[in-house]
T-cell receptor, first 111, second 112 residues
Framework: DAGVIQSPRHEVTEMGQEVTLRCKPISGHDYLFWYRQTMMRGLELLIYFNNNVPIDDSGMPEDRFSAKMPNASFSTLKIQPSEPRDSAVYFC?????????FGEGSRLTVL | EDKVVQSPLSLVVHEGDTVTLNCSYEVTNFRSLLWYKQEKKAPTFLFMLTSSGIEKKSGRLSSILDKKELSSILNITATQTGDSAIYLCALKVNQAGTALIFGKGTTLSVSS
């Protein structure tokens, strides 16, 4: 299995632009998580899905952030409009109960 | 609010030294505590601790949970340059036991 696949690996964009991060979880995993990592705040859970349904989005910082999981093999995290303080590494992870697997992250820089 | 605090934030040691990393937590509904190692990319799993006082060991790394003190330590003996990484402590807190709350991590640098 290829593991959790995220794209893009790196993105540099200007403030105000829309950013879409993509994630393909491991096949058969029922849970999908989006995390954000910064030096100041560490790894923060943004939202997670179970069987494609959002369960807890209390970590989503603002209305500018949205996440979808239209099917079991794909999820997106969208930021619109982006701001410099959104610069971070965004990790997607998928899980079956008891085991969590991270993707390699998408490094976002908003200028 | 559930919280995970790690200390120290960063540590620089020489090869061969032994290090102890600390993790303390406050949580409404403890399920288990996990340690991860993060090098340049994604965190990789090290240990999961559920019961107090039982040491988990993998090579030069070991970890133990103290539920009374609401804390855990991760020990690395005879450190090597390849141990340089961010070590993350996380708590499983949701009902299904899959959502994790992470500490900010301890950045360990091992010099040769």
């Amino acid at each position: 299995d290829a593991g959790v696949i995220q794209s893009p690996r790196h993105e540099v964009t200007e403030m105000g632009q829309e950013v879409t991060l993509r994630c393909k979880p491991i096949s058969g995993h029922d849970y999908l998580f989006w995390y954000r990592q910064t030096m100041m705040r560490g790894l923060e859970l943004l939202i997670y899905f179970n069987n494609n349904v959002p369960i807890d989005d209390s970590g989503m910082p603002e209305d500018r952030f949205s996440a979808k999981m239209p099917n079991a093999s794909f999820s997106t995290l969208k930021i619109q409009p982006s701001e410099p303080r959104d610069s971070a590494v965004y990790f997607c992870a998928s899980a079956v109960p008891g085991e969590l697997f991270f993707g390699e992250g998408s490094r976002l820089t908003v200028l | 609010e559930d919280k995970v605090v790690q200390s120290p934030l960063s540590l620089v040691v020489h090869e061969g030294d032994t290090v102890t990393l600390n993790c303390s937590y406050e949580v409404t509904n403890f399920r288990s505590l996990l340690w991860y190692k993060q090098e340049k990319k994604a965190p990789t799993f090290l240990f999961m601790l559920t019961s107090s006082g039982i040491e988990k060991k993998s090579g030069r790394l070991s970890s133990i949970l103290d539920k009374k003190e609401l804390s855990s330590i991760l020990n690395i003996t005879a450190t090597q340059t390849g141990d340089s990484a961010i070590y993350l402590c996380a708590l499983k807190v949701n009902q299904a036991g899959t959502a994790l709350i992470f500490g900010k991590g301890t950045t360990l640098s091992v010099s040769s």
